[in-house]
């Protein structure tokens, strides 16, 4: 092909072409060139769109190409699942077509029943898939290649049974086979019957797969194509769908991403006997904010987390432990990493050895029972003083008194970075509740800062958090 030579054109284009091809690692030239492909190839899109769909002559539409949608140039695997809405998946392709994305379509037999795979074909410009037991299709591609080669797959519209076999592990055809070998980000936009999405096997099944880490998008409320239904599950608008491919797959706003994190949440339960334990009202909640909000600005989590009745955040990596000893452990063993926020109450002091049995009273007697207590590793201290201390070194300080003052010398005594120091008296329902009111604490070469935030969601104090540590990193990167 011959060269292009970028001039001439606006310096907002050439703005949006610079920022796209850092986006995408490559040159303007090759930017360019991708997009006049992708332009080149929706022309031949709309042409098939026309003859199959058979539409009149002159009702083309134009071609839009959006300079800016992260994920123009990226490969989507697209399985289309049995349902009235697969007919909306054929408006999916052409978006997606439109905008410079390369589509691989697997239907399943069902989906086959309403659109055709020659149809499906015509607008992905592409082979369709829909037999796991094709030998030609096997020697062609592969389906474990089919579940490697894409940069995202999108299930729409996802089928109640087909969530059921996802979150059952079944492999008994191609999509499910592609779906289970899958290693790539999965969103997964629903669609069937309301009394289909609320029977309680579909909840049990989306929120087990929403625990693996799996992504949704709908459905939404409203009139269902069968006559006189309505109510939650249809299939979310295809532009709705679009977006979501988009941000799921945005490097741009991914600004932690390739830095490793480490936190722990939660209680610690500390042996007494083998019924009995030490432990304190900490719900984890704040912590697992904390993981889901880093994890969704692109860092690589691991949760070490005590024991709490949350599910995992999605994208992030969880290991369970009930002591602090284990927590310790834990930790030491996901190092290295850049950046570690321990939110977990750990508890000070264990019992000096755990009972083997059940301890009985003595019956007729009123003796005080002592337990002889001795101290557990303060993790955060460990860390803070590490000689593979993490970049930024995050912790809590819930005190009930003199709030500042503790957060002070606890930001010297453990060698933190920042502090986040909250009030945990019980009035202010911080233990176990949904709120929380900060104090952040960081030195300044000489002086201590405290920066005052207003009483907030565990959810948003998270996410504030995450923001600072973004602007921490970025600044640290240009100082370099
Ligand atoms: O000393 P104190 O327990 O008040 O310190 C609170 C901070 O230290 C929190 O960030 C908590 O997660 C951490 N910590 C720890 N290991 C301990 C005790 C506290 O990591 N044994």
Same mark, same amino acid.
């Given at each position: 092909m011959a060269s292009i030579t970028i001039r001439n054109i606006d310096e907002k284009a050439?703005?949006?072409?610079?920022?796209?091809?850092?986006?995408?690692?490559?040159?303007?030239?090759?930017?360019?060139?991708?997009?006049?492909?992708?332009?080149?190839?929706?022309?031949?899109?709309?042409?098939?769109?026309?003859?199959?769909?058979?539409?009149?002559?002159?009702?083309?539409?134009?071609?839009?190409?959006?300079?800016?949608?992260?994920?123009?140039?990226?490969?989507?695997?697209?399985?289309?699942?049995?349902?009235?809405?697969?007919?909306?998946?054929?408006?999916?392709?052409?978006?997606?077509?439109?905008?410079?994305?390369?589509? #691989?379509?697997?239907?399943?037999?069902?989906?086959?029943?309403? &659109?055709?795979? *020659? !149809?499906?074909? =015509?607008?992905?410009?592409? %082979?369709?898939?829909?037999?796991?037991?094709?030998?030609?299709?096997?020697?062609?591609?592969?389906?474990?290649?089919?579940?490697?080669?894409?940069?995202?797959?999108?299930?729409?519209?996802?089928?109640?049974?087909?969530?059921?076999?996802?979150?059952?592990?079944?492999?008994?055809?191609?999509?499910?086979?592609?779906?289970?070998?899958?290693?790539?980000?999965?969103?997964?936009?629903?669609?069937?019957?309301?009394?289909?999405?609320?029977?309680?096997?579909?909840?049990?099944?989306?929120?087990?797969?929403?625990?693996?880490?799996?992504?949704?998008?709908?459905?939404?409320?409203?009139?269902?194509?069968?006559?006189?239904?309505?109510?939650?599950? #249809?299939?979310?608008?295809?532009?709705?769908?679009?977006?979501? &491919?988009?941000? *799921? !797959?945005?490097? =741009?706003?991914?600004?932690? %991403?390739?830095?490793?994190?480490?936190?722990?949440?939660?209680?610690?339960?500390?042996?007494?006997?083998?019924?009995?334990?030490?432990?304190?009202?900490?719900?984890?909640?704040?912590?697992?904010?904390?993981?889901?909000?880093l994890a969704r600005a692109g860092a690589q989590v691991k949760l070490i987390s005590g024991p709490v009745d949350l599910p995992r955040p999605p994208g992030v990596e969880r290991v369970m432990v009930q002591t602090a000893e284990e927590m310790f452990q834990a930790v030491e063993n996901a190092l290295p990493a850049d950046i570690a926020v321990m939110v977990a109450a750990v508890a000070d002091w264990r019992t000096i050895a755990s009972a083997e049995e059940k301890i009985k009273k003595k019956p007729g007697t009123k003796t005080a029972m002592t337990l002889k207590l001795t101290q557990n590793p303060d993790i955060l201290k460990s860390l803070g003083h590490h000689k593979k201390r993490p970049t930024l070194v995050i912790g809590f300080a819930a005190e009930t008194q003199d709030l500042i003052k503790h957060a002070k010398a606890k930001l010297k005594r453990k060698g933190a970075d920042w502090i986040l120091a909250n009030d945990v008296s019980h009035e202010t329902g911080v233990m176990g509740g949904d709120q929380n009111t900060i104090k952040l604490l960081s030195n300044d070469n000489t002086r201590t800062n405290v920066e005052e935030w207003p009483t907030m969601a565990k959810g948003n104090v998270a996410t504030k958090l995450v923001d600072k540590i973004i602007v921490h990193f970025e600044t640290q990167t240009v100082n370099v």
């Open positions: 050439k703005q949006a072409l610079r920022e796209r091809a850092a986006r995408n690692g490559n040159s303007m030239e090759e930017q360019a060139r991708l997009l006049l492909d992708a332009a080149a190839q929706n022309d031949k899109m709309d042409e098939a769109q026309f003859v199959s769909t058979g539409y009149e002559a002159g009702s083309r539409s134009t071609a839009i190409i959006d300079p800016y949608y992260p994920a123009s140039g990226k490969r989507i695997l697209m399985i289309i699942s049995g349902g009235i809405a697969a007919y909306k998946s054929l408006d999916l392709i052409r978006r997606l077509k439109e905008r410079g994305v390369s589509v #691989r379509v697997i239907m399943t037999k069902a989906a086959t029943e309403f &659109i055709t795979p *020659l !149809l499906v074909g =015509a607008l992905s410009h592409d %082979k369709v898939f829909c037999d796991l037991f094709s030998r030609e299709d096997e020697q062609d591609v592969g389906h474990i290649a089919l579940a490697r080669e894409a940069d995202l797959i999108v299930v729409a519209p996802a089928t109640a049974n087909l969530m059921a076999k996802m979150a059952g592990g079944l492999a008994d055809d191609l999509a499910s086979a592609v779906l289970l070998a899958a290693d790539v980000p999965l969103l997964l936009a629903p669609a069937m019957n309301p009394a289909m999405w609320n029977n309680p096997a579909t909840v049990r099944n989306v929120e087990t797969l929403a625990n693996d880490g799996v992504h949704f998008i709908g459905p939404e409320t409203g009139e269902m194509a069968e006559r006189g239904e309505s109510g939650r599950g #249809r299939l979310s608008e295809p532009m709705e769908i679009v977006a979501a &491919i988009g941000q *799921l !797959l945005d490097d =741009a706003h991914k600004p932690l %991403k390739g830095l490793r994190a480490i936190l722990t949440a939660g209680p610690t339960h500390e042996p007494i006997d083998p019924v009995r334990y030490i432990a304190n009202r900490s719900s984890g909640k704040q912590g697992y904010a904390i993981a889901s909000a």
